[in-house]
């Protein structure tokens, strides 16, 4: 059983021209993929994250065969991307964020319905799955309309759904939730995440959303400059910067540091004595033991921060 | 084999259908490309109000090869036209939606769009070639006959191969699309000319170079029975379909070699 | 005034920047000179007229016509059409300018701009290559740039007005088909209009703007019809770009009243 996704030294350089000069250009080369390596197995919900400009979109047009790369090694459901092109097709799906995948002019049912003929679907399980996309997503509303003119938040759930309308075993999803008012976004969080807890299918998803991260991602790999610097849990990249959960009281009389319990950190804030932020340490007792021990200290309201993922992730992109 | 023709199919129904949506322009293109094939073999028309020869030509003499390379000219871009729209595709990063099918690009791109409409232009020059060559009278044998109806095809074929070798162009330099259509629109008025006009660089290139006389202008003298007043020989009019197999595999060449190149630097 | 000579110079810088596409239009407009060139050539070697025009006049106004689509840009980009399918037509309807000022500016440096590369080139390898005309009165120079000037507006505005009517057809291609018909033929590229039956003639250089976009311009080179007919020219063609002009505004206007009322 091959694995879902294999890169070793993945490399892909760029290269730019650079005018110095009136006439004269200098070429550069620039590396934007410095040597990637990951393993990714079948059943994965992988985020791949990272700052603009970090090489996600370069590695996920590696990996779907739409770029060749420069060196190394890499496999797609044990395929080579570029040159079993064909072959690979079949078994993956692609949502662009940015782009279409859909007939511009022609009305939604009959992408799907042409879909089904470019990849070769049997007609039931196209139903099939078609049906079970329409209730999940409610595309009804729109199944007759041109695809030009579809609001954003409506393309997109129907971008995925006509990548998995070919029962593909991995799924590429590249910003799938730019742009996309609120209620979208939870709707297509919703299904990527029903869809991944399935079992049966590989996510990789490349965002800037936090929220996605958190609902989607249990293994988040971070690149950066075209290369990997984090692979592993959203915990254990808390746990790597140090980041606490916060426990915030509002006490009736003015805290006295001495009564701190042990294992919290106390803060007093600068303007109300009365309040006062504990930033637990990883790994020690949780917040309710802790909010236990302040009640019985004239405890009048209490609320619990998580670790800002946005602060973490900001000081991640913010490394060398 | 018959599942990818009826995903063809199903892609230029689709198409066809999508076209007939947007009626008021449906209409003005259905004249215009009636107002095309006219104007296709007025210029010819009107040159010959001013004039009794052109070339040592008179007029249903060049109206034959005129009717041969509109013919093929026509047919292929009925068949191919739509590949120049690879520079708008790869600008737009269209192309990366084709790459993800498990379908061949360049069939994808020519079912995209595809012009039905352009039959009739095909339908005139054959009926144009008819005329022709009833007027100058030609003296029909088995081989003569082969000569009028291959020669349309093999022009056909031979013009395809430019329009996508000159589209490929747009894998490595988007901008010089316009350059492409020196040689398929270009190539489609030096075609319609007798090939004695032309001045000698001009016609070794064009000519003989890239192979446009042996389409249109060779195979009209030997179905004329006219010798040639440039001294080739009369079997000239018979490499028709060898200039087109020649043509079709450089542009399949070059077409293969430019995705692959397209693939190594991306959009 | 000021901001239409800024724009006329970002106009000539931005051209200027697209040196490739700007040396294929330059290499294209070269081979089909040839080929039109030849054959007006064959043309009047048997030719019973040529309706006032010697062999180094037909030469010279097939490689002068070259040079002139370049320059008025006689089939450009669908710039505006684009931009009204998008939407973002609505940024520049904001401005406090109508944007035909602005697009006309543009354009102008544009223009400016192509009359160094692509009237340079054609003009300079038909006169290295074929017969060629040079005028002989001082004065063919600057009514020359007075009719290319004019060729340019007029040129300007039907573009404008082509690319306006993406407000009321989704898809332009019909439009666009037609001015692409009626320009080549109509404006004397592939052959000069008087080659035509005299009515269709005059009823095209009288009652459209056709040919004065490539037409008079070359003949004003090539001092056809002598002085007097240079001047007769430039002046209808001025006729026509007032005409033209105050057609595009008032389209834009009825365009962009159908925007605010009926939406994008």
Redesign the interface.
Known sequence: MNTAIDMRGLRKEFIVHKKTGRLKRAKKVIPAVDGVDLTVEHGEMIGYIGPNGAGKSTTLKMLTGVLTPTSGHVRTCGLEPVPQRLRLTRRIGVVFGQRTALWWDLPLRESFHLLRHVFDVPAADHAARLARCRSLLDLDAFMDTPVRQLSLGQRMRAEITASLLHGPSVLFLDEPTIGLDVVSKQAVREFLAELGEGGDLTLVLTTHDLSDIERLCRRLVVIDHGRVVHDGSLDELHARYGSRRQVIAEFDDPWDDAETPPGAVAVRDAEDPRRVTFSLSNGESGAGELVADLARRGLRDVSIVEPDIERVIAKLYAEP | MVSRLRAYRALLVAQIRGQAQYRASFVMEMVGQSTYTFMDFAAVLVLFRVTPAMGGFGLWQVLLISGLAICGFSAADLAVGNVEQLRQYVRTGLLDAMLIRPRRVLPQLLAIDFQLRRVGRVVFAVVLVAVACAHVGVDWTWWRVLLVVGTPIAAAVFYAGIFVLTASVAFWWIDSGEFANSFTYGGREFATYPITIYGSVFRRVFAFGIGFAFISYYPALAIMDTPDPLGMPAWFGALGPAAAAVMTAIAALVWRTGLRHYEGTGS | MRMMLALMRSGFRRYST?R??T???A??NT??G??RC??L???????????GYDVPQLSTYVWVGQGIIGVVMLWGPAELAEKVRTGQVVSDLLRPVNPIWTYLATDLGRAGFSCLTRLVVPVAFGAIFFPFYWPRHWWTYGLFACSLLAATGICFAIRHLVNLSAFW???????T??WL?AS??GSGL??PID???GPAAAALKFGTPLPSIVQFPADVLVEHGGAPGQLQRVALQFGWVVVCLAAAFAVQHRATRRLVVQGG
Do not use: K
Request: proline residues 2%; without cysteine; charged residues 5%.
């Open positions: 697209y490739q596409a040396a294929a239009a290499a294209t081979i089909f040839m080929l030849y054959v050539l064959a043309t009047a070697v048997a030719a019973t007229t040529t309706v057809l989704l898809d332009i291609r019909g439009i088909t037609a018909l080549g033929i592939i052959f080659f035509l039956p």
